[in-house]
């Protein structure tokens, strides 16, 4: 039997480690004061992702030490309770001042799962307990257009350049075929955006569990589809609202089983 007081301490912890993430990153943005390097892997990180990861882990040890921690910057240990935590998801945009990056929270456990997804420039809180709010207000699944060529698509992809074909050839057929598919550069962002019907749906190709976790509770919570299909090398996920899932699922094994 759920514990319904104890999850909503679990989502509170996670909603006040999110605003107090945003914080931080709303500070350094305005203030260029953060020191830039690059991973093994090629990726960007700044110190404020190293900063803010560690505050959540600190945090979430501390209060819950029997739980596990994956996050982006650090540990990456899964179990019955697991948080999985992107400190900035969108970190090249937060370099370059493009004000599209939020602090991504998500947590698992056999009989309660969640994410909280904060945007700290435009002070939007996404969330999902029993249902998914977009500051405080309910978002769900809703008819979206009609004609396929005007669909708005979100999409993302790992920095992994031995998939670049695959991301041109999907690229390639989905805007010629849906028009507006668009690279935005912050997953957990542009699957908040389907939920909340900004958008009308989002494929990631092999991206990371810290890119996801958070904004595929949300998505599900909403009413949405979200699949985790695998084409040989590749995992693509696809968020979509219930009236495309054929249409994007259809388009995705056109061009990854041929």
Not at 91 to 106: A, L, M, Q
Not at 197 to 215: E, P, Q
Not at 233 to 242: D, E, F, G
Request: with cysteine; hydrophobic share 35%; proline share 2%.
């Amino acid at each position: 039997m759920e514990d319904t007081s104890y999850n909503k301490f679990l989502l509170n912890t996670a909603i006040a480690l999110a605003y107090k993430a945003g914080a931080v990153l709303r500070r350094s943005f305005f203030t260029d004061n953060f020191e830039v390097r690059f991973k093994e892997d090629g990726t960007k990180v700044t110190s404020v992702d190293i900063e803010v990861e560690k505050m959540i882990k600190d945090e979430i040890t501390k209060t819950f030490p029997s739980h596990k921690f994956f996050g982006e910057e650090s540990e990456k240990e899964e179990g019955e309770n697991t948080w999985y935590v992107d400190p900035i998801d969108g970190t090249s945009n937060f370099i370059k001042k493009v004000p599209f990056f939020t602090t991504s929270i998500g947590f698992e456990s056999p009989n309660h799962s969640f994410g909280v997804v904060y945007s700290p420039i435009t002070d939007e809180l996404f969330y999902s307990f029993e249902n998914s709010y977009l500051n405080g207000n309910l978002i769900s699944d809703v008819e979206g257009e009609k004609d396929e060529s005007k669909l708005q698509i979100g999409f993302c992809h790992s920095k992994d350049r031995k998939i670049l074909e695959d991301v041109i050839k999907f690229y390639s057929v989905f805007k010629k075929r849906f028009g507006e598919t668009r690279k935005f550069g912050a997953t957990s962002l542009e699957m908040c955006y389907v939920a909340c019907s900004r958008l009308d749906a989002f494929v990631g190709i092999n991206i990371s569990l810290w890119d996801f976790k958070a904004s595929y509770h949300i998505c599900k919570k909403a009413g949405l589809v979200v699949k985790e299909l695998e084409f040989n090398n590749l995992s693509v996920l696809m968020c979509s609202k219930r009236s495309y899932v054929d249409l994007i699922e259809g388009a995705l094994e056109e061009i990854f089983n041929n």
